[in-house]
């Protein structure tokens, strides 16, 4: 039996060619064959017609653009999201933790899975590294959840033994117990991958951090993530917590928790000597520009940490950060940079690449984030609705550039039409 074929035509762009080494925006009118979900063809549609004449056809009338990849978001938090007007430590206590909590009854976590893939997907998210729940059934819901959807994820059970309230909390041995039957049930499975997710090193006894250690040694292909350096009064309480640690990083970095299968989020305030350390272990970092702004803990230093060779994705940090929109995350990134003098100017290319390839990067996964041959066809269609403004500047854009700056600028889960992953196309508007 021959597996279907399908032949995807219209306005592709992307970014395999990293801008931020001399790469440009790829924007080419041109066809895609997928088969088994793999782009096994990029060319004319007259060539792809002649290769695969019994293939389906399926017209982009507006751009198609790679699947995004949100390299760091709560699961527990959709609910909360909009927590204006507080520090990182005062949020916690007040917003993000009681919700946390919440997440301890299975009901409202299975609604809250929900809620949380289905806003990924609709934004266009077909990637993410998300935070689990600090209980089990609760990130059990949230695979569940993935699995079913076809999303792309790598996740975690949320491990914390000291400062956070009583109900979140866990011990090493429990933790290293649970993160077993998860990684049993989990991890490889489709496009699932589990990450140990000690919540961050002010809330982990060293024997925490340990633990951790030994789990990610005792299975292949883990993944790591936590969060660093995102609040000076978090930071200056990390350093009382743990006085042998040269820095915050140095926590995790001891304890051999760095390296290329490891992410952080935020780096706000590295020093040097950190940047260093983390270009050197091939630590990714994920900025989080919407949570950054929403929670005043800084402007990133995207500068340092490229001449540091650090690699850097993006993350939406839902629901510190304000939503699941990518593009906003993107033009939020751009904005940060404007605003500090020596700040990266940021062009539509370089938004592109962070929202998507720089992301893909970060998780380990070459195949996903660009529309190459042999690439997994997980792609977005941007097709706003007709009469909209973005509509319109989209017809009337002089340059692909522009239109997709203007994607960023405007755009938002309504301007998407189909998204699909691993060649499946889910509806996410209802057609007119
Ligand atoms: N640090 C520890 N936990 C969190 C969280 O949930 N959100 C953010 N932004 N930072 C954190
Ligand atoms: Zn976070």
Redesign the pocket.
Known sequence: AFAPVTIVHGLILDTPEDPFHGGELRAEECALAVIDGVITFRGSLAEAQKRYPAATLATVSGLLLPGLVDTHV?YP?VRIIGGLGMP?LE??DHC?LPE?ARMADPAHAQAVASEFVNGLIGAGTTTALA?GAHYVPATDALFRAAHHSGLRMTAGLVVADQVLREDLRTTPERAAREAAGLIEAWHGKGKLRYAVTP??A??ASADLLDSCRETLNGTPDLFFTS?VN?NPA?MAAVAELFPDASNYSDVYDRRGLLGRQSLL??NVHPTDAELARLGETGTAVAH?PS?NSS?G?GLFPLRRHLEAGVRVSLGS?V???TGFNHFKEGLQAYFHQQLQPDGVPLGPAHLLHLATVSGARALGHDDVGHLSVGAVFDAIEVNPPPGTPLEAILKNAPSADRALAAVFANGTSADLDRVWMGGVATHTRTPE
Do not use: N
């Open positions: 709560h938090q990182l949020w916690l993000a946390e935070f919540r961050f002010l809330s969060h995102e978090e989020a935020h989080c949570s929670l803990s940090d629901g510190a950060g």
